[in-house]
């Protein structure tokens, strides 16, 4: 089974609607001509609707950095697959660690989330990754396989094979110190043999992503793991040419 890698930038909090725009209007050209890799970036809330406009008909899909699980309702300052859905936003990242860590986001909403987004044809990238105390004492895999456990529990194999997920060791993001490519290789095997033990046929066509410092200078070497699919791009994100090397990466 041959899996079109994916390459996301997840800006996080930074990038108003004019930086968002100059790096649209630098990015689109570097990537005009890169065939067999797709393309997306995370963006905030609020260059969502000029993203969308500014990348229509380009190879670049715009995707939140989060959904709320609910369809309406009162839950102050969160936003809805139907928002999300009215600007025509591709998708959204969920349990993202940063949300997780400081934003209390649980595996059980991260379950309802992945409902949601699926329920309105939304692409999901569910991030799941553990911390250094975790992967010290021995417990990376028990963590990876709690947190995909639940939240794919309530999906059917045919909602399975249409997520996205990212393996992001917390210790990786934004300290410059990346898994070493046997790590991230066998981290992103263990999270896909997960996904088998639902659905094995669904497995097989879920990219799973590797997240955490990755760089243009990297990227090849990851990109080139069996179960390793893409890469979720945080710090690297910003830049369009460094993008642009991680993506050119992808299909090298
Ligand atoms: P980083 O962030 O690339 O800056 O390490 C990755 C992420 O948090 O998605």
Known sequence: MSRIPL????????KTVEDAEDFVAAFLPLVQGLEGVELALCAPFTALGPLVDSTRGSKLQILAQNVHQAGSGAF???ISAVMLLDLDVHGSVIGHSERRQFFGETDEALAEKLVTLLQSDLLPILCVGESDEQREAGETEAVLQRQVDAAIAPLTGEQLAKIVVAYEPIWAIG????ATTEQAQEACAFVRSRLAAKDAGAAEQVRVLYGGSVKPSNAGELLAQPDIDGALVGGA??????????AAAAVA
């Open 175 to 178: 300290t410059g110190k990346v």
């Open 237 to 246: 994100s910003l830049e369009p040419t460094d993008l642009h090397g991680i």
């Open 7 to 14: 390459i996301a930038g997840n800006w996080k909090m930074h």
């Open 76 to 78: 102050t300052g969160e």
